[in-house]
């Protein structure tokens, strides 16, 4: 069965640090891959997404993610944080042959001045 | 981009009573959407899919009468929670999918919260 862990429940950094969010998964093959954000009270909205190709993917917001099947990794990177990064992020799986997602518990970042 | 709104965005409700939440794709017509339940600081869990024009598909743990799902046109999915209890408090999301794109789209998510 798929499954999306993401370790790192919060995660504290401050403003123009680097920051990089962890995520695993379980699944036979080659997933679709996705990383979400959202802001309190608001939905989600899809910083980047890997479905095949090139493994280093870019995403908005300045975010990129590196697939490495190895490692069964997907994890989410950003040079240089801003305050307004703060936020929570979701990593979430999807089969090919499906349209479902499958999310992570999701890390909340924490940015301080 | 394409825009996926949800209505109301908080509602509050007695226990016992019905709410309806809507789910609607402004810039593209879903055959697909799909409703998540959070609860607070936790993930999103999926509750059903719904497909336009047949009957939802229920994951499993979700109670079908308790939640009714409706999705009668392209652009309009309704979520119904039926004889609401405390325990149905929670943020509702729905998603759609833009099949031409392939791209998942959220909505801004419903707050219900029963007294």
């Known amino acids: 069965a798929q499954s999306v862990t993401q370790p790192d429940i919060h995660i504290t950094v401050s403003e123009g640090a680097s920051l990089e969010l962890r995520c695993n998964y379980s699944?036979?093959?080659?997933?679709?891959l996705f990383w979400y954000v959202q802001s309190p009270g608001q939905g989600l909205q899809l910083l980047l997404k890997?479905?095949?190709?090139?493994?280093l993917v870019q995403g908005i917001k300045g975010f990129e993610a590196e697939f490495k099947r190895s490692q069964s990794s997907f994890n989410l990177r950003k040079p240089s944080v801003h305050w307004s990064d703060a936020a929570e992020y979701f990593c979430?799986?999807?089969?090919?042959?499906?349209?479902?997602?499958?999310f992570g518990t999701g890390t909340r970042l924490q940015v301080f001045p | 981009g394409a825009v996926v709104s949800q209505h109301p965005s908080r509602v509050i409700c007695k226990s016992g009573t019905s709410v309806k939440i809507e789910c609607r794709s402004l810039?593209?017509?879903?055959?697909?959407m799909f409703w998540y339940r959070q609860f607070p600081k936790q993930s999103l869990m999926l509750m059903a899919t719904?497909?336009?024009?047949?009957?939802?598909?229920?994951e499993q743990g979700v109670e079908k009468d308790k939640f009714l799902i409706n999705h009668a046109s392209l652009t309009l999915s309704t979520l119904t929670v039926t004889s609401a209890h405390p325990e149905d408090s929670s943020f509702y999301i729905c998603?759609?999918?833009?099949?031409?794109?392939?791209?998942?789209?959220f909505g801004e998510g419903s707050r219900l919260t029963v007294l």
């Open positions: 998603s759609a999918l833009d099949r031409s794109t392939g791209e998942l789209f």
């Open positions: 699944y036979g093959a080659t997933p679709y």
């Open positions: 890997y479905f095949s190709g090139d493994t």
């Open positions: 979430a799986v999807g089969a090919p042959n499906t349209d479902k997602l499958i």
């Open positions: 810039d593209f017509q879903a055959t697909t």
């Open positions: 719904s497909n336009e024009g047949s009957k939802a598909t229920y």
